[in-house]
Every structure is written in C-alpha cells, then in structure tokens.
C-alpha cells in the first residue's frame, strides 16, 4: 500500500513564526501535492511538484513556498505564518506523470496559527 | 478547529440500508472521476474511480455511476455499515490537469 507521512498531525505556531510541514512518501512517486482544506471550502491546491527541484503553483500560492529536494520528501514553507493560514494541510502524491491516476493523501497536518 | 464535516450535506441512513451519495460535476471535459471517503481525523482514502468512457463500475459494496449527458456521478454503497460513517467527496480530472474536488457529502449510519 502507498503511505504518506506528515510529520505532524497537530502544530501550533504564531504569527511571524516561519512554519514547516513535511510530506514523506515511500513508493517513488513523481507527483506530489499540498493542499489546505476548510470547512464549506473543500480542498484546494496550494502547490504541486512533477521532479525534484521542479514546483507548480495551484490555485491558492499566496504566503507559502515549497521545497522538493528529494524525491521522496516535499516540503510545505509558510514564510510568516498568520492566522488566516490556520486550517488543515493535506498532502498527496501520485506515482507517474500523466492523466487518470488517483492522488493518496497522508492523514494532514492541523495547524493552529496564535 | 472546526471538523471538515461542518456545512456539508449530511445523509443519514439505517445500519443494512443501501446509500446513494451524489455528486454534480462541473466540466463537460472532465475525463476521470474519483471518489474518496475520509473519516474523521484522517486523510482522504481512495474508493473507487471510473473513466469516462464507461458509465459504471463496481468495486467491493461499491458501485458508481456516471451520467455524462447531465454531469452527475453516484456512489453506492450496499450493506451500509457504521464504519461507512464519513465525509465522501468526488473529484475530476481533465488530461493532464490536476484534480478538482467537491465539497463533499457527510454520511451518517446509525446501528
């Protein structure tokens, strides 16, 4: 079975603060993704990564950068955390490029930003 | 926080009850329908997924249904059970455009 790991299930941070949350997946997919999901929002895609090195923006990049370093790992920055950035972060990833494959998720990460 | 669930249509249903659960897609291009379920404190699991050049597909207690001429897409669920119990949503695919996602319907089973 695919396995996605967020490091963290639960984060408080404050405002200001620079914010990591990191993404693992075991079977060497080449796609990964993040989204922030919010309740009457749905899911929404901040950014996304084809390769190493190599990010897309989504729907909703604003106050976050992301870092793909190794293929495995994909890393979600929020540059100055505030409080509208308080939600439930989700990451996904899909083994090849190319269309009609379902993306898995790991269990979010639930960030509180004070 | 507040759970996912809030603000959802909800489906309540008997433990053995058959559920319908649907969902109405946007693009008439869309090409690939997935749908996940995702229960409280967890992420989204994949169920099932059709492609649309076919208008059913049936997994283990599951079946969907896709209906192109008016956009809409169904997940039946045989035998309910309480560990149905859960937020399902569907996505959509056009080639190689990333996923759009709806915004779910909460499924309640009661014993």
């Known amino acids: 079975d695919v396995k996605v790991t967020q490091s963290s299930r639960y984060l408080v941070k404050r405002t200001g603060e620079k914010v990591f949350l990191e993404c693992v997946q075991d079977?060497?997919?080449?796609?990964m993704f993040w989204y922030r999901q919010d309740p009457g929002l749905g899911l929404r895609l901040i950014y996304f990564?084809?390769?190493?090195?190599?990010?897309e923006k989504g729907d909703i990049p604003e106050g976050y950068s992301v870092s793909r370093e190794k293929k495995e790992r994909f890393s979600l920055i929020l540059e100055s955390a505030s409080t509208n950035q308080t939600s439930m972060y989700l990451c996904a990833s899909t083994f090849r490029q190319g269309p009609q494959q379902p993306q898995h998720f790991g269990d979010g990460t639930r960030l509180s930003i004070l | 926080g507040e759970s996912v669930g809030l603000h959802l249509p909800t489906l309540s249903v008997q433990e053995g009850d058959n559920s319908i659960i649907n969902c109405a897609y946007s693009?008439?291009?869309?090409?690939?329908f997935i749908w996940y379920k995702q229960e409280s404190g967890k992420g989204p699991q994949f169920i099932i997924d059709i492609r649309s050049n076919m208008d059913k597909r049936q997994g283990q207690r599951v079946t969907v249904l896709l209906n192109k001429t008016v956009k809409h897409l169904s997940l039946q669920i045989a035998a309910t059970q309480p560990g149905d119990s859960a937020v399902y949503f569907c996505?959509?695919?056009?080639?190689?455009?990333?996923?759009?996602f709806g915004k779910g319907t909460m499924l309640l089973v009661s014993p």
């Open positions: 693009n008439s291009a869309s090409d690939y």
């Open positions: 990564s084809y390769d190493v090195k190599m990010k």
């Open positions: 996505a959509e695919n056009i080639g190689y455009s990333t996923l759009t």
């Open positions: 079977m060497d997919h080449e796609n």
